[in-house]
C-alpha cells in the first residue's frame, strides 16, 4: 500500500541550531512530494515542492528538503531554527499517474516541532 | 488576490446530525478538494471536485458528499454524523488544466465538533 512516514512524532531544537525533519514514502514509483507547515488554528502552508531535477530543494523561510531516490526519503532541513518555527510539519506526496491529483495528496502523521529557547 | 476561505471556523453538533461546510475557492482556481484532519493526524482526502463534478474520491463513506457550484465554491456534506467525524476539516483550491502540476492551495479549515 502506498504510505507516507514521518518516523518523529515529537522533536524539540534550540533555537538557532540546525533542523532535519524525516519523511519516507512508499511508492511504485517517484511521486510528486511536498512539505507543509500548520501552525495552531491554521490552514497548510507550502514550505517546497519536488517534481524533478535537482534532488536539493529550496523552499520559503530558509527550508531545502533533498530527495534521495535510493531511501525513498524527502528529509526536510533548516540550518538555524527560529521560535516562529514551532509549528506541526506534514510531509506529503502525489502519486504521478493521477496526472490531475485526483486521488488527493496522501499526508503523514506529521512532526510536531519545539523550539527551545 | 483572494485566497481559499471556508465557513464556518467553529461547530458542534450531535450524533445522527447533518453538517453543510462551505468552501471558496482562489480566485482562478476550479478545482476544489476536502481533506479531512483527525487530532493528531495528518489530513486525509475525502474527495476532489472539478467542472462542478465529483473527479476523485479517497476511502470514505457515500454519507459524506459534496457539491461544486458555477463560481468554483463547493460544499461539504456529512449525514448521520458520528463521534469520529469531529475533525478540522480543510478545503484545498487549485487549477486543473493542461500542462503542469496543479498545486492546491488550503484554506484555514473548519472546525467540527460532534456530541
Known amino acids: 500500500a502506498q504510505s507516507v512516514t514521518q518516523p518523529d512524532i515529537h522533536i524539540t531544537v534550540s533555537e538557532g541550531a540546525s533542523l532535519e525533519l524525516r519523511c519516507n514514502y512508499s511508492y511504485g514509483a517517484t511521486p510528486y512530494l511536498f512539505w507543509y507547515v500548520q501552525s495552531p488554528g491554521q490552514g497548510l502552508q507550502l514550505l517546497l515542492k519536488?517534481?524533478?531535477?535537482?534532488?536539493l530543494v529550496q523552499g520559503i523561510k530558509g527550508f531545502e528538503a533533498e530527495f534521495k531516490r535510493s531511501q525513498s526519503s524527502f528529509n526536510l532541513r533548516k540550518p538555524s531554527v527560529h521560535w516562529s518555527d514551532a509549528a506541526e510539519y506534514f510531509c506529503?506526496?502525489?502519486?504521478?499517474?493521477?496526472?490531475?491529483?485526483?486521488?488527493?495528496?496522501?499526508f503523514g502523521k506529521g512532526t510536531h516541532l519545539i523550539i527551545q529557547p | 488576490e483572494t485566497g481559499v476561505t471556508q465557513s464556518p471556523t467553529h461547530l458542534i453538533k450531535t450524533r445522527g446530525q447533518q453538517v453543510t461546510l462551505r468552501c471558496s475557492s482562489q480566485s482562478g482556481h476550479n478545482t476544489v478538494s476536502w481533506y479531512q484532519q483527525a487530532l493528531g493526524q495528518g489530513p486525509q482526502f475525502i474527495f476532489q471536485?472539478?467542472?462542478?463534478?465529483?473527479?476523485g474520491r479517497g476511502n470514505f463513506p457515500p454519507r459524506f458528499s459534496g457539491l461544486q457550484f458555477p463560481n468554483y465554491s463547493s460544499e461539504l456534506n456529512v449525514n448521520a454524523l458520528e463521534l469520529d467525524d469531529s475533525a478540522l476539516y480543510l478545503c484545498?483550491?487549485?487549477?486543473?488544466?493542461?500542462?503542469?502540476?496543479?498545486?492546491?492551495?488550503f484554506g484555514p479549515g473548519t472546525r467540527l465538533t460532534v456530541l
Open positions: 484545498a483550491s487549485s487549477y486543473l488544466g493542461t500542462g503542469d502540476y496543479n498545486e492546491q492551495f
Open positions: 506529503a506526496v502525489d502519486p504521478r499517474d493521477s496526472g490531475g491529483g485526483a486521488d488527493g495528496l496522501t
Open positions: 471536485y472539478y467542472r462542478e463534478e465529483e473527479n
Open positions: 519536488y517534481f524533478s531535477g535537482d534532488t
